[in-house]
T-cell receptor, first 113, second 115 residues
Framework: DSGVTQTPKHLITATGQRVTLRCSPR?????VYWYQQSLDQGLQFLIQ???????AKGNILERFSAQQFPDLHSELNLSSLELGDSALYFC????????????FGSGTQLSVL | QQQVKQSPQSLIVQKGGISIINCAYE??????FPWYQQFPGKGPALLIA?????SEKKEGRFTISFNKSAKQFSLHIMDSQPGDSATYFC??????????????FGAGTTVTVRA
């Protein structure tokens, strides 16, 4: 158990809908990272927050947004969903903000039908 | 642009054999090279990591070999066991000033160990 909690584990929705994925980092970790994993794309970095502020941005679509709350949990919002958004979404956390030693959650499997 | 290239995409090895996964990077400023192991249905977990001032690091049956001049590093799994069947990701990190950094993952290698 990495100590990173992601909910829900599975999410099935329709195209055009909006969903929210939630992540609770390990106790004491200030950084939260979001990754998208699909079969042919490997681990794609979306966005990172450090102590409530956006720290780094990757290939995140404009339809996607995220935030980190004062209690350090984070939410990833995906809107106007398309079939191609179906993927496994991982949250990871680390103590610092420099991408070292990431602890990953078990992921949220999103299926857009 | 993928900054870390990983090969092979998949490999099959017999129990007791050696699994070798290779990674190559472009940016010579990378200064931390972790490997992550991911089992089906789970998130990746840090397996072993190396810094460029060391040519080899061993932890149990897992060894990282690092060739700074060739800008390559590899993971060797000795005496491979069925429980090692997983996807392995190499990564490279560049630490910049003020907690700024770049982290690049390889595409992953699926290792299957046959009993």
């Amino acid at each position: 158990d990495s100590g990173v909690t992601q909910t829900p584990k599975h999410l099935i929705t329709a195209t055009g809908q909006r969903v929210t994925l939630r992540c609770s980092p390990r106790s004491g970790d200030l950084s939260v990272y979001w990754y998208q994993q699909s079969l042919d794309q490997g681990l794609q970095f979306l966005i990172q927050y450090y102590n409530g502020e956006e720290r780094a941005k990757g290939n995140i679509l404009e339809r996607f947004s995220a935030q980190q709350f004062p209690d350090l949990h984070s939410e990833l919002n995906l809107s106007s969903l398309e079939l191609g958004d179906s993927a496994l979404y991982f949250c990871a956390s680390s103590v610092g903000g420099a991408g070292e030693k990431l602890f990953f959650g078990s992921g949220t499997q999103l299926s857009v039908l | 642009q993928q900054q870390v290239k990983q090969s092979p995409q998949s490999l099959i090895v017999q129990k007791g054999g050696i699994s070798i996964i290779n990674c190559a990077y472009e940016n010579t400023a990378f200064d931390y090279f972790p490997w992550y192991q991911q089992f089906p249905g789970k998130g990746p977990a840090l397996l072993i990591a190396i810094r460029p001032d060391v040519s080899e690091k061993k932890e149990g049956r897992f060894t990282i070999s690092f060739n700074k001049s060739a800008k390559q590093f590899s993971l060797h799994i000795m005496d491979s066991q069925p429980g090692d069947s997983a996807t392995y990701f190499c990564a490279a990190t560049l630490f910049l000033r003020s907690n700024d950094y770049k982290l690049s993952f390889g595409a992953g290698t699926t290792v299957t160990v046959r009993a």
